[in-house]
């Protein structure tokens, strides 16, 4: 210890005398920070401007052994391993973390304490500037103490190994990156035997333009270091995947409580202890912005496994912790607690890790506490990283708490926007179109109070109107099941005609219709060539199968309307359809002659005035009769079997 007080002294001696200082550098590496019983570290920073970093180095170590003095970091450029600078911190305030219960006591606070263990944090704040980086972005910070904690249980010769933690940050990226920070503490007790779950409690500060996370962090094992590229050694059978005694041991993957989990998504952490022991795990967690890795921090963690008198973890749920809803949405977990052990009294807290949000509980209340986390997030929210909080239940079992942490994860989904317009072409034909503002691939549905669209479900749809006034519509846009209304009306100043020839129909070879246009146009054009509003189809002309009709109509607005029919002739003669067996009389009111249609064949007839003498009678046959009435005016009616028609001669 001595040795290395006298190198620290002339390391801050030589520091300013540029020639020595890499020689300096390498020469005392291992001797720079003195504090026996490291027991794991956080390193991270936070951006305040161009080039301007609050570095932080959190150092927990053991009561039981020699408190850390004044720490050194050292930055490196990562490509090449220039050193760029270093900088000394002094010895911060300790603050005694231990788990311990009510107002039991901890070697931190009293050496001769009964509970044998003690936990103290040593947070080393400070600012960094970097411009002597010039033109290297990726920064490798670096620290190192003698030494880890000896009561490793599972390293080879931990009084022997050098500490050592590093991080590594991007300064040429923008918007400037901020590390991750964490909420719970890496170092924990536990009880040999009760499950343990643990989330880290992970802060990220990264946000953009709309408040959603930049950055996405992946969590991944990696090996404690004794040095840059030397690698604490694991006895038998023990390693850096595997560094504890866990149900099922040496299969990682036995479903909880068996096996040894690591989420990568959410840094979750869940095993069940089998051993009194001792030892050391380091996760990496590396920040990803764009896909592209822009950052990594390590967390040594150590857990220290302990006899507890019967106490069994204190459990939490409800199981499911992870939802999508669409931004504008509530949200809400509403967590429950239980402990198997009747006299425990349960705490229940979370994170904090999502601002906005609100939690309220009854801790103090009741024995086993309930949680209530509601957060609605807004518009500008909506993120393809989802958002993460934990919820801690602490028991009050002695020596040590049991407790359990869960992660929960809420991927906030946008709501796509659009635009819409309305275009009138002519006639009563409009066009409605949707032009996506926000959303890479949405679906569309068009709707009106009072009509349909033609192709509602696309970006373009299509209705024409005949008569003027108002119609109001609804456009629905939904992308990932979130969804977003647009309501408009259309005005439509003037009434517009269309042809209408109703429906394809079916008749048989001895029949006749008549096919009408409609009212409303100032010529027609039938496919015969014919130009009135009507037009007779007479089956026995045209033969069987399938004929197609059209008109062409035009009105005062100088819009041009089409229609088309199919009728289908078929060779029976005893199809059934009343509206088929029809007798047209055209014209009516008329001038001269009469033409008689009938659909049948050999039908007597009588023309009577208004006193009912007959004046005319006769025999029809199928299709068109010509009837003279050139000798006769005023108001008659044509008999023709049991029907009885009015007719008007002027």
């Known amino acids: 210890m001595i040795i290395n007080k006298c190198f620290y002294s002339i390391f801050n001696f030589l520091i300013p005398v540029k020639q020595f200082k890499l020689f300096v550098t390498f020469l005392l590496l291992p001797f720079f920070n003195h504090a026996a019983g490291i027991m794991g570290s956080d390193l991270g920073w936070m951006c305040v401007g161009k080039d301007s970093f609050v570095v932080k180095l959190t150092l927990y170590a053991d009561c039981n052994q020699e408190p850390p003095v004044n720490q050194i970091l050292f930055f490196y450029c990562k490509n090449g391993g220039a050193l760029i600078k270093s900088i000394s911190i002094n010895n911060p305030s300790a603050v005694d973390i231990s788990p311990t219960c009510r107002n039991r006591c901890t070697r931190c606070q009293d050496q001769k304490c009964s509970f044998p263990y003690g936990i103290h944090q040593y947070t080393y704040v400070k600012l960094v500037t970097l411009i002597e980086a010039a033109a290297c972005c990726e920064i490798r910070i670096a620290n190192t103490s ?70 996405s962090l992946v969590w991944e094992l990696t090996p404690p270091l004794s040095s840059q590229d030397t690698s604490l050694e694991y006895k038998s059978p023990y390693s850096y995947i595997k560094p504890i005694n866990f149900n099922g041991f040496p299969d990682l993957n036995g479903k909880f409580p068996l096996g040894f ?215 629905a846009i939904t992308e990932q099941n979130c969804e977003r209304l647009y309501h408009d009306t259309v005005n439509v100043m003037k009434d517009y005609h269309q042809a209408d020839l109703g429906k394809d129909t079916a008749i048989n070879r001895n029949d006749v219709i008549q096919l009408d246009a409609g009212l409303g146009f100032i010529s027609y054009l039938w496919n015969d060539g014919s130009d009135k509003q009507t037009c007779f189809f007479d089956a026995a002309l045209h033969g069987t199968g399938e004929n197609i009709i059209w008109v062409r109509t035009f009105d005062s607005n100088q819009c041009i309307s089409f229609d088309t029919i199919i009728i289908n002739v078929s060779n029976t003669t005893s199809i059934e359809n009343d509206s088929l067996k029809k007798i047209f009389l055209f014209p009516n009111p008329t001038c001269g002659s009469l033409t008689i249609y009938y659909p049948g064949t050999g039908e007597y007839f009588y023309l009577s005035d208004l006193f009912g003498e007959k004046v005319q009678t006769g025999q029809l046959h199928h299709g068109k009769n010509e009837l003279n009435m050139e000798n006769n005016k005023g108001f008659f009616a044509l008999h023709i079997g049991m029907q009885v028609f009015k007719i008007i001669k002027y």
């Open 146 to 215: 003698c030494c880890w904690d000896t009561a490793l249980s599972t390293i080879v010769n931990p009084a022997n190994k050098n500490f050592y933690t590093e991080a590594t940050l991007n300064r040429c990226i923008s918007p400037c990156d901020n590390s991750p920070s964490f909420t719970n503490p890496p170092i924990i007790i536990l009880c040999k035997g009760s499950k343990f779950g643990f989330g880290h409690g992970p802060i990220e500060l990264d946000i953009d333009h709309s408040g959603g996370s930049l950055d």
């Open 261 to 475: 989990h690591l989420d990568y998504v959410t840094g979750n952490i869940s095993f069940l202890p089998v051993s009194f022991q001792q030892t050391v795990m380091t996760v990496k967690i590396s920040e990803y912005r764009n896909k592209v890795k822009i950052g990594e921090v390590r967390r040594n963690m150590y857990f220290i496994i302990i006899f507890c008198p019967e106490n069994n973890s204190p459990k939490i749920g409800p199981s499911i912790s992870y939802k999508e809803i669409c931004a504008g949405e509530p949200v809400t977990f509403t967590i429950n607690t239980n402990d198997i052990d009747p006299f425990d009294r349960l705490t229940l807290g979370w994170s904090h890790g999502i601002a906005g949000a609100s939690w309220s509980d009854n801790n103090n209340k009741v024995k086993h506490p309930t949680g209530v986390f509601t957060w609605i997030p807004g518009e500008n929210q909506a993120s393809t990283i989802p958002y993460t909080f934990t919820a801690t239940v602490r028991d009050d079992a002695c020596p040590v708490s049991g407790h359990y942490t869960q992660s929960y994860q809420i991927y906030v989904k946008p709501i796509p926007h659009a635009e819409i317009t309305v275009s009138h072409f002519g006639c009563g034909n409009f066009s409605f179109n949707v032009h996506p503002t926000q959303g890479k691939d949405p679906s569309f549905f068009w709707s009106g109070n009072s009509f349909n669209f033609t192709s509602p479900n696309d970006s373009q749809a299509f209705h024409r109107f005949l008569q003027k006034g108002r119609y109001p519509f609804t456009m």
